[in-house]
């Protein structure tokens, strides 16, 4: 059996739903990473499929929002999703390196922002109780896609400085 399969099944098994969206946002980067190499190899087929998978992922990342529970923020990561399959399509019709490594970078920032919200949901230790009452509304929420606070939601693509 392939052990990095293996690892990801025991990664997936009883996983916070915080940690399945970050698993999910690690396999939409490793795609794209996957399809940097076969683009710059001049693989067509290759980086078509690399993207492809990713587009499927953040595809399941979108279907997956709570808009009423989520409000504000399902809404602006269902924007920010739209925003990254668009750049796909469009860096996969150029033919574009650098398209593909600015939508890894928005991925990258987005993934950081849930890993930010893992930590702070893990219980507090004594060093950093005060960063865990900094974050405390982000804990008291019920929906892990609406976790994020107003400073961790993604920025529209136009300020972004990938």
Request: with cysteine; glycine share 6%.
């Amino acid at each position: 059996m392939n052990a990095r399969l293996s690892y990801r099944e025991a990664a997936v098994e009883g996983a916070s739903p915080v940690r399945l969206v970050i698993l999910l946002y690690e396999q939409a980067a490793e795609d794209l990473r996957a399809a940097l190499g076969a683009h710059q190899r001049g693989d067509i087929e290759g980086r078509t499929r690399h993207i492809n998978h990713a587009i499927l992922v953040i595809g399941y990342l979108q279907a997956s929002l709570d808009k009423e529970r989520g409000g504000r923020v399902a809404v602006n990561l269902e924007r920010f999703y739209d925003q990254v399959r668009s750049g796909l399509v469009e860096a996969q019709f150029k033919q574009s390196g650098a398209a593909l490594e600015q939508q890894i970078s928005h991925l990258m920032q987005v993934h950081e922002a849930w890993c930010e919200v893992e930590r702070a949901s893990r219980p507090a230790q004594p060093e950093t109780s005060t960063a865990t009452q900094t974050l405390s509304p982000l804990r008291s929420s019920s929906s892990s896609k609406s976790k994020f606070n107003e400073e961790q939601k993604p920025r529209p693509s136009s300020e972004w400085n990938a």
